[in-house]
């Protein structure tokens, strides 16, 4: 076969292979689409996805399940969306620890979030936040900096586990505040801000929609946002930055992956109406009620994101030494 020959042939075997992934863009949903969380019901993760999961389901006329399936720091969800078909039923709801964080946290990982995986579209990003009792003798963000500095063996400070969002939050305020802390890991939020509450714990560090109910009733008090921004949540709580440690940003975040080789078209019409529901003023008003700042952009928008977000965490690892077995 000459040269024009194969070339041809090559053309037309791609044109068949480009036909075909369409078809099967246009013809699904077909039957349910589970989205997997990588965490417990109830926290940031899934609540962002059963909001996702409402809307496409009303939209595509299909049924999206959320599937929760905690443990490992997220890699075990992560892991299994990686190997399941790439047929877009199988969709990983999944944050900056499971893409990015767990790369520098863990010796070995069980897939890589650079290439085994179609990413779709970043959905939401959120702040942490510092808060104590209501009752705490800390009553700002500057004593909280002046106690651990004085603290003979670091200030217990709670985190949602080892290796979350606010954990390395924390670790970057450290190295900010040149501070020692007691890091204290909890499973998940809701026990942390429940030991606050009574006292076990002097200051934890949550996503920003988690204490609003406490604080709003009196029985917390938020001392400082992470983000670069004041949160809308708690307008009168000022930012780390603002508190004299400029540039300082850390943030959780959320987004769409598919598992790598998913046809485009899928992912095409996943991140079209992503993108779509972001700009729905009912979306906007959820998100606006749980703290949640917009994200959205192209597929490959998200993938940068990914990278420059595996570089940055990289470095508040080794800065800190956190690692997990």
Not at 14 to 30: I, K, V
Not at 52 to 62: I, P
Not at 194 to 205: A, E, Q, S, Y
Request: glycine share 10%; charged share 15%; proline share 6%.
């Amino acid at each position: 076969m000459d040269i024009t020959r194969r070339s041809l042939a090559f053309g037309l075997t791609a044109a068949t292979c480009w036909a075909a992934s369409a078809a099967r863009g246009a013809e699904w949903p077909e039957r349910p689409v589970t989205f997997v969380v990588p965490f417990p019901a109830g926290g940031s993760t899934d609540v962002v996805a059963r909001l996702f999961a409402e809307r496409y389901g009303e939209t595509l006329k299909q049924n999206f399940v959320v599937e929760n399936r905690p443990g490992a720091n997220g890699n075990i969800a992560a892991a299994a969306v990686a190997k399941a078909p790439a047929d877009g039923y199988t969709i990983l709801v999944s944050g900056n620890g499971q893409n990015a964080m767990n790369h520098s946290l863990y010796a070995r990982m069980p897939y890589d979030s650079t290439k085994d995986f179609a990413h779709i579209c970043l959905l939401a990003s959120t702040p942490n936040v510092i808060i104590v009792p209501s009752a705490s003798d800390i009553g700002s963000f500057d004593a909280l900096i002046r106690q651990a500095r004085t603290a003979s063996e670091g200030l217990a400070f709670a985190s949602p586990g080892t290796g979350s969002s606010g954990h390395l939050s924390l670790a970057m305020l450290e190295n900010a505040a040149n501070i020692k802390v007691r890091h204290v890991p909890y499973r998940g939020a809701a026990p942390l801000v429940t030991d606050v509450l009574g006292g076990h714990v002097p200051v934890g560090i949550v996503n920003v929609d988690i204490p609003l109910a406490h604080v709003q009733s009196g029985k917390l008090r938020v001392l400082a946002v992470t983000s670069a921004n004041r949160s809308a949540l708690y307008p009168d709580a000022k930012t780390v930055a603002e508190s004299g440690f400029p540039g300082f940003e850390a943030q959780g975040w959320f987004g769409l992956s598919a598992p790598a080789r998913t046809p485009p078209a899928i992912v095409s019409k996943l991140n079209q109406l992503a993108n779509q529901f972001l700009q729905d003023g009912k979306m906007k008003q959820r998100f606006a009620a749980g703290g949640y700042l917009s994200g959205g952009g192209t597929p490959q928008d998200y993938s940068d994101f990914i990278e420059g977000e595996i570089v940055k965490w990289a470095g508040v690892v080794r800065a800190s030494g956190i690692s997990i077995e």
